[in-house]
């Protein structure tokens, strides 16, 4: 396993996020324009979110794309010129959900006290539709090279953001440490990820005990692991 311990930890050479070139508006537009292109376009995003959900990336097509969005194909093409300006789009806007809701813990006292209080407000928020998906965009990423990029840069983004979390608690003054830190903010974001897949496409009530108790034993694991690394390097706190 390669790291660059220069850089930030994890997925030190991930693609990086950027603005859709689909939808950077000209140097001629107006701050008004920009701004009515970017919420329209977040618009659209919601509205296909039941025609891409159900069908998919190779069988929804345009066509039905459009029809979702309520809008002529031409229409269409001017905000999302392919189905892969569809599917960045919605990475993006996943990174932006994700480096929303991790920055309401970042400065409590008890990361994971405040990790699993996220975990269960988004479980009950959760929409089937949503969660298919993420179960699109893995299939896609099978057969599509770009997509499979895109779903990797967001995995990295992700584990980025949580070890930059797990750095508040620790910090990460050598190689070894880092290396640490990055395995448990890649244990969080895989087991987490996959307790909410299986929450969203089960009978909820007879889920919720069980996620519950399978979110205590993530979380059990992961402050135990933090530990056994604070016994090398103290609390941030305590050195102040």
Known sequence: MSHHHETTGPCANERSFTTLRSLQPAASMTQIDRHDLAARSEEILERVTVVFARKGFDGASMQDLAAGAGMSVGNFYRYFPSKLALVEALVERCMRDVQRDLAKVRD??????????????????????????????????????????????????????MFALLTREVEAGDPATVERLEEIADFLVVLVSGLFRRFAFGDREAERERFDRLTTLVIDTARDRLDAVRVRHPLLDAAE
Do not use: T, Y
Request: net charge negative.
């Open 108 to 161: 409590e006292p008890d990361f994971f006290v405040a990790f699993r209080r996220l975990i269960e407000i988004n479980r009950e928020s959760l929409v089937p539709e949503e969660a298919a998906i993420w179960v699109h965009v893995d299939a896609g990423a099978i057969r599509h090279p770009e997509i499979r990029a895109l779903r990797e840069a967001m995995e990295c983004g992700i584990r980025k953001e």
